[in-house]
């Protein structure tokens, strides 16, 4: 934290004490790589005194290879550098008025071309006025995985082994696909997502009024590929690995001046270990009363079948229209086996129960989008509208034997079937105009009416269990709109904006044990201030108020009954938590060197926890509630570096404070790191990522640290037609959650352990295509 400090104290000197500069003439210009023609972003350009060569400035370009920089008059070297690309620069350059220089092309270093294979395409970072973009590129670790593999590559985000997304350490993140609430991510579909169809992840942790209010830690926006290539192009991917993961899929895509065609079909077949010894210690006032030794052995299978198909039609060079449909067909099953011992204060056998459960859950997805794109003949005016129609169903069956063997023998039977079933609809329009050069405004609107039922029965030895059979009704409606200016004046850059949203949502069950009816309006500025002082060093500060809606597994109070012993039921009646959200970073781009420190203030209301309580029947009864408020305070760093043109290394560290009151009174502080290291040697790619987290307590759970390392290879073969890629996942089986809970008359300690490394092959076969080129997949 202190040398965090020292950084932006120095970069606050240099804002303040800067010394006046005379009139400066603007030179721009763009740099493509000469033999695939394709623009470079992230190429380096730098002007040097022609008669001393002292460093004068420089600039990084964009993702269309153009950059811009302000010199004074006077003559110039310009030198323009690209990782793997022959260096090429341009002498004694006499500047004396803005200029746009010609188009500079990079060419292959012929004397390391048997050394080094070149590729345009890494995992790079973009640093924009109201997010962070990270470009997936050839990510090894992620091959043949899917989208919860790339998010836990993802600086600031991590996916815990049970599919739960967080950023920063917040599980309040709200998960987008190709800027819109979609099915692909509800009901853990992020796994059913495959790695290969993802371009891009946007981490926006303060995001701007255009984006809904939802996500207390921010938004993640999950960006698909596209198909950017005229003709017929198609590839095929096969994976195998063990445990069981089995896949095949293939992409084929057509475009013309007028058409563009795509689909995508996948299948999946994939098994999941999972280990759980839980060990709960209950008192009698401060003295030991007697134990529960709990063990579970999990194992779950998968089979996914995607398909998704649609078209583009370019009615003009203005005005396109859009037509997709996606399914999803995933069936569940899984098998656990349950062993209770319960013991006395000298931890002899009082009673032990074993039990297994047989899990079915068969799951259809649909998708139906209509979009309208039109352009207008003013640069950078747009409108758009977005239709989008979600319904999908589930049916999940249990069925557990349960039987005590001592010190009486008995058995008896649970089964249990909850239906459920969702119709989400939701329209969209955005607008924006630009006003001059420097100035743009944008506004719109969103309406999102979602309707879920939960139909549960459950019984015992076949009577039906009346406390929980019953039919939950969930009703939610959004109605949103913005506006938002954003402006710049001299090397100022800002953007104000402001949502209201009006959310009206309720619950009602069967049988009349609640009705529950919320209606509020909210309002949520923000703003986002860039101050750049040159085109490769800039400061940002940005403010947003959020909101985060309870979800419907937190709301659901009929959680199944698999394990007696540790029951999670929903609450209803939750509120949604409100986040005051600050932020102030910079980032600093040189050559082989880059750093992104930021500093984050996060002021939360009415946060969810879990609160865990003993029953009259001694179980434990997990449910959520508004525990109160939490101030976080935290600084991030993330650094990559290039010390030779085969080596990239990059790193990130998350260090926060936070103060809990209310129900639970907790301060305390986390930490996370991520190391990881990519070597690019002739047709050969190594990977190598090592994760760690650090102790963390909140409400009643006190976490352990835990660490594991991802390892891959892969080499392009046949001219790049085609990839073969070797991963492991956890290579020294170290991903192992430990920790503790604390209750008022007990303590429960827990170990769970996802079995063995996951080891896997992909192989990639491209027709008409080579490795750069996209598929399309759905906006």
């Excluded at 600093?588 to 029947?617: A, C, G, V």
Aim: with cysteine.
């Amino acid at each position: 934290m202190k040398k965090l400090l020292l950084i932006f104290a120095l970069c606050f000197a240099n804002l303040f004490f800067a010394q006046e500069t005379p009139k400066s003439i603007s030179i721009s210009g763009k740099v493509i790589e000469k033999k695939s023609k394709i623009p470079l972003e992230f190429a380096t350009i730098t002007f040097l005194n022609s008669s001393d060569n002292k460093v004068i400035t420089g600039a990084i370009t964009d993702n269309k290879g153009n950059f811009i920089v302000n010199v004074i008059p006077g003559k110039y070297t310009v030198k323009i550098e690209f990782i793997g690309l022959k260096n090429e620069s341009i002498e004694n350059l006499d500047l004396q008025n803005n200029q746009i220089l010609p188009t500079i092309y990079l060419e292959e270093n012929a004397t390391e071309l048997e050394a080094v294979e070149i590729k345009v395409e890494k995992s790079t970072i973009e640093h924009k006025l109201d997010k962070k973009v990270f470009n997936v590129g050839n990510d090894l670790i992620s091959k043949g995985g899917n989208a919860n593999d790339i998010l836990n590559n993802v600086p600031s985000v991590n996916v815990t082994t049970e599919g739960v997304v967080s950023l920063r350490g917040n599980a309040g993140v709200r998960i987008l696909i190709n800027g819109k609430p979609s099915v692909l991510s509800s009901n853990n579909g992020l796994e059913q997502i495959p790695s290969e169809n993802i371009e891009k992840v946007e981490v926006i942790t303060n995001p701007s009024s255009k984006y809904d209010s939802e996500g207390t830690a921010g938004i993640i926006n999950i960006v698909l590929k596209k198909n950017k290539m005229s003709g017929f192009g198609s590839s095929v991917q096969v994976t195998t690995g063990t445990p069981s993961n089995h896949a095949l899929g293939y992409n084929v895509s057509y475009k013309n001046k007028k058409i563009n065609l795509f689909s995508d079909i996948r299948y999946q077949y994939l098994d999941r270990l999972r280990d759980e010894s839980t060990l709960r210690t209950n008192y009698l006032g401060n003295a030991i009363d007697s134990y529960l030794d709990g063990k579970v052995g999990r194992f779950r299978n998968n089979k996914t079948f995607n398909v998704y198909f649609g078209g583009d039609y370019y009615i003009n060079d203005k005005n396109t229209l859009t037509l997709s449909y996606y399914y999803r067909n995933n069936t569940t099953r899984s098998t656990s086996d349950y062993e209770f011992n319960f013991l006395d204060t000298n931890k002899n056998f009082i009673k032990i129960i074993n039990a297994t459960e047989s899990y079915r859950e068969p799951q259809i997805a649909n998708q139906i989008e209509l979009n309208y794109i039109k352009t207008f003949d003013k640069e950078g005016k747009k409108f758009t509208i977005n239709l989008q129609y979600d319904f999908w169903n589930d049916d999940e069956n249990e069925l557990i034997i349960e039987q005590e063997k001592f010190p009486l023998i008995s058995s008896k039977t649970l089964k249990s079937r909850d239906i459920e079933s969702s119709k989400d609809f939701l329209f969209q329009t955005d607008y924006t105009i630009p006003v001059n050069e420097k100035t743009k405004v944008e506004f719109g609107l969103k309406t999102e009416i979602r309707k879920i039922n939960s139909d549960y029965q459950a019984f015992e030895n076949n009577i039906a269990i009346d406390s929980l059979t019953n039919l939950l009704k969930y009703n939610e409606r959004i109605f949103g709109a913005y506006f938002q200016y954003g402006s710049s004046f001299k090397k100022l850059q800002y953007q104000l904006g402001v949502r209201t949203e009006h959310s009206n949502t309720g619950s009602n069950d069967r049988i009349n044990l609640f009705n529950i009816n919320k209606k509020y309006t909210d309002f949520f500025p923000t703003a986002h201030f860039t101050y750049g002082f040159n085109d490769i060093f800039s400061l940002q500060l940005s403010y947003s108020r959020r909101i985060s809606r309870p979800g419907f597994w937190q709301l659901n109070p009929f959680g199944g009954i698999a394990d007696r012993r540790n029951i999670r039921i929903g609450n209803p009646d939750l509120n949604p938590v409100y986040t005051d959200s600050y932020e102030f970073g910079t980032l600093i781009k040189w050559k082989k060197f880059s750093i992104n420190p930021s500093l984050y203030h996060q002021f939360s209301r009415n946060i969810f926890e879990d609160i865990r309580i003993t029953n009259t029947n001694g179980n434990l009864v997990e449910q959520a509630i508004n525990s109160g408020t939490e101030s976080r305070l935290g600084g991030e760093i993330s650094i990559t570096y290039s010390p030779i043109k085969i080596l990239t290394l990059s790193g990130e560290m998350n260090y926060y404070k936070f103060n809990q009151k209310g129900v639970f009174s907790v301060s305390d502080n986390a930490f996370t790191s991520r190391l990881n290291s990519r070597i690019k040697f002739s047709t050969w790619n190594f990977q190598t990522n090592f994760n760690y987290q650090g102790a963390r307590n909140s409400g009643q759970v006190n976490a352990k640290s835990q660490y594991w390392v991802d390892f891959a290879m892969g080499k392009d073969i046949w001219k790049e037609k085609a990839t073969i890629t070797f991963r492991v996942d956890n290579v020294f089986d170290s991903r192992i959650s430990q920790g503790v809970v604390k209750g008022t008359d007990y303590t429960l300690d827990y170990n769970f352990r996802n079995s063995l490394p996951r080891v896997s092959a992909t192989f990639t076969y491209r027709f008409n295509r080579k490795k750069n080129e996209k598929e399309r997949l759905p906006e």
